[in-house]
């Protein structure tokens, strides 16, 4: 049977390497506690040894230090004296791996270097005690590493417990009220800090009447998770509503420059900060489709967000400001209109007026979470603002969690994208707050990090699809170091997940998951919405085809397609002018269907069916070919995975097996309403004659 909650990338067999052997853990504190408490369990299982200070020149095979300012843990540790005394620059989340000896020596700057130390060597297994282990220093790139949880505390009547959840309902809250599942947000919180995640934001970012009490009358379910992630060194932070001050303080107004509306924030704020110490801060959707934002007052978004800005920093928090901002009553008869403006049109004019600890977070890209975009503009265009990037791990747009879809590639994509081409740097180091080198003057200070929406519920697999941990595992991998490789990390993964010692064919379970899973991410492309134009999905819920869905609706999304042609002329020259959004060389590459990138350019362009692709292909041919070649990819996936009949969990493999079996059907919906919708518009006929409805 199914698993009452499945370990993730944490099962027990996970420690053995670690457990089995004699370990020291030194140092004080709730995190080291934490790592204590680890270390005991596992070695108490795997017939290891578990040692406390003050250390008696015992034999040992690990020591798992905190910088020390007493006498020396262990002999082994001697060595690492002189790094001891200057922090060696490992920071406070930082660690270093070594060997002296026959001992693996780890010695952490801070107490979250030493939780974040101890998971890596569990990631390590047996290789971290190999003799020629080299010698390693970690840091996090980015000091922010956080998941916003799209989950209400009511029901909604349309988006149900979790907004955009697929994973049953939500691990904190319940038809109104607190879970109070603390085993369970126990778990998390072990989970998320053996893949790197800091901070959480617990409530939907649409924040109903039930959910803005959290600020005030219901803290104490807030102040509770708090206190379940603290040993895990996550910190929780708030969606609050703007219009709070109105529907919790009885005042007649929010508007941002009102004396009592920042006395109110004020004072809030530090009730909230007496019950959570290290409260993260808050997250706000303000004047996006429908919630309550400045623009009401005639005021900027600049002066909401500093308004609670202010109340957070003598409180050491941040305000989360989301650029998400658009119109979503737009006329579809109007051309002139361009959804994929809006962010930057609202923002990039603000640029240097928020305060130090408000940062504004941008999604990856410029209409919401498509399999494929552009990298928002705005990430260029604020030098002098702290920015975040928000990433979608609930797969909205990507398969909802009944698709095998890792999203790993895509994000690795994103945050090495060079927005000011070769020389400029990457995505990643904006959101860490790497100034850019040469003339251009960019503020100095910590950047805004990454931020996702979280996947995970109250399913006994967290994301209702197995494989979908993976995608929570890979985007904290990637947010602690953008540079690692997508393959790779589900390299680690798999082998926490199912490890190699548990497993009769290790080799094989690895073979058969990166095959299904390395390029699922571009399978999905395939056979969904072509060359970047996106959507096309069944208004609402945003599952399986509808290519018209969108087209005459309010929202923004559309394709365009007639007889002739298909995509958005976004152009400067005859089109929106988005393409005018991005500097050098962006808006020259993007501007001319030439140089414009094939996976883009139906985002950026109208072009004729005939249109020839930089592949050699037509457009039509090339809506045809993909989404012929994509449902063969997924039913070569399902075929894959019955590979591992046998030789994995039958409960997980049958879960796995469901999943397929849907996400085959729905492939091939989608390949026939995309092609059979060109073929009709287009009156071309597939050039392999294959069968088109
Ligand atoms: C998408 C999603 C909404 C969500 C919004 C947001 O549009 O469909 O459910 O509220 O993004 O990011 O705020």
């Known amino acids: 049977g199914e698993p009452s909650v499945h370990p993730a990338w944490l099962p027990s067999e996970a420690f053995r390497a670690l457990g089995s052997r004699r370990v020291l853990v030194h ?48 002999p082994a540790t001697r060595a690492l004296a002189p790094l001891n005394e200057t922090g060696g620059g490992l920071g406070d989340e930082g660690f270093l791996l070594t060997r002296v000896g026959d001992t693996t020596v780890l010695l952490a700057g801070g107490p979250a270097g030493l939780l974040y130390g101890l998971y890596h060597v569990v990631r390590l297994g047996e290789a971290a005690f190999d003799p020629g282990l080299p010698t390693r220093r970690h840091r996090p790139a980015l000091r922010r590493r956080m998941l916003d949880h799209w989950d209400n505390v009511a029901v909604h009547p349309l988006m149900g417990q979790v907004e955009r959840g697929y994973a049953g309902g939500s691990i904190f809250w319940r038809n109104g009220g607190p879970r109070r599942d603390l085993a369970r947000i126990r778990a998390y919180g072990r989970l998320l800090a053996a893949c790197g995640i800091n901070a959480i934001s617990v409530n939907n970012v649409n924040v109903g009447g039930t959910e803005a009490r959290l600020l005030t009358e219901r803290l104490g379910d807030v102040a509770e998770i708090a206190d379940v992630l603290r040993p895990f060194g996550v910190r929780v932070h708030l969606s609050v509503t703007f219009a709070a001050p109105v529907v919790l303080g009885g005042l007649p107004t929010a508007d941002p420059l009102d004396e009592k509306v920042r006395s109110w924030w004020a004072t809030t704020t530090r009730q909230v900060y007496e019950r959570i110490p ?42 989360h400001w989301r650029a998400f901002v658009y119109n979503h009553r737009q006329d579809w008869r109007d051309r002139r209109t361009d959804r994929a403006r809006a962010a930057y049109d609202h ?58 879809c890792y999203l790993g590639p895509l994000w690795r994509e994103i945050l090495g994208f ?5 020389e400029g740097r990457t995505v990643a180091a904006v959101v860490a707050g790497e100034p850019a080198q040469g003339p251009t003057r960019t503020r100095s200070g910590p950047g805004g990090g990454l931020v996702a929406v979280a996947n995970v519920g109250d399913d006994p697999y967290w994301c209702g699809h197995p494989l979908a941990q993976a995608n929570l595992y890979a985007f904290g991998r990637l947010a602690w170091d953008p540079e690692l490789d997508p393959a790779a990390i589900l390299d680690e993964w798999i082998d926490l997940t199912f490890p190699p010692t548990a497993t009769e064919d290790p080799a094989l379970v690895r073979e058969t998951v990166h095959a299904i899973m390395d390029d699922s991410w571009r399978t999905y492309e395939r056979y969904t919405a072509p ?3 996106g959507f096309m999905v069944n208004p609402g819920n945003h599952y399986g085809p509808q290519v018209d869905g969108y087209e005459y609706s309010p929202w923004g999304t559309y394709h365009f397609a007639d007889r002739d042609g298909v995509g958005v002329d976004r152009t400067r020259a005859t089109g929106t002018g988005y393409t005018d959004q991005y500097p050098w060389p962006w808006r020259d590459v993007y501007e001319s269907p030439e140089t414009c990138p094939d996976e883009l350019l139906l985002f ?21 070919d993909t989404h012929f070649a994509g449902v063969e990819q997924v039913e070569a996936m399902f075929r894959r995975w019955q590979l591992l009949a046998g030789v994995i969990d039958p409960a997980l493999h049958e879960r796995v097996t469901d999943r397929l079996d849907e996400q085959v059907l729905s492939a091939r919906e989608w390949r026939d309403h995309v092609n059979t919708y060109f073929f009709r518009k287009s009156g071309v006929p597939d050039a392999r004659g294959r069968r088109i409805h």
């Open 278 to 319: 290290d409260f993260g801060g808050y997250v706000v959707k303000a004047d996006s489709e429908g919630q309550p934002g400045p623009l009401t007052y005639g005021r900027s978004h600049a002066d909401g967000a500093n308004l609670l800005a202010e109340a957070l920093a003598p409180l050491g928090g941040v305000v």
């Open 604 to 624: 950026f362009h109208h072009v004729p069916y005939d249109h020839v692709l930089h592949s050699g292909s037509t457009v039509i041919q090339h809506i045809y």
């Open 347 to 404: 923002f990039a004019p603000l640029d240097g007026e928020f305060r130090t600890n408000v940062i504004l977070q941008v999604k990856y890209g410029p209409i919401d979470f498509q399999t494929r975009e552009p990298v928002s503009p705005v990430i260029a265009a604020m030098p002098a603002t702290r920015l975040a990037v928000e990433m979608q791990v609930t797969q909205e747009y990507t398969g909802q969690q009944r698709h095998v």
């Open 531 to 533: 060359l970047g134009v």
């Open 27 to 74: 140092g004080d504190g709730p995190l080291v506690d934490t790592v204590e408490t680890e270390v005991t369990w596992a070695c108490s299982r795997f017939g290891g040894q578990a040692l406390v200070a003050p250390y008696r020149d015992e034999p040992v095979d690990l020591v798992l230090a905190l910088r020390w300012a007493g006498p020396l843990p262990a």
């Open 418 to 422: 060079r927005p000011w081409g070769e």
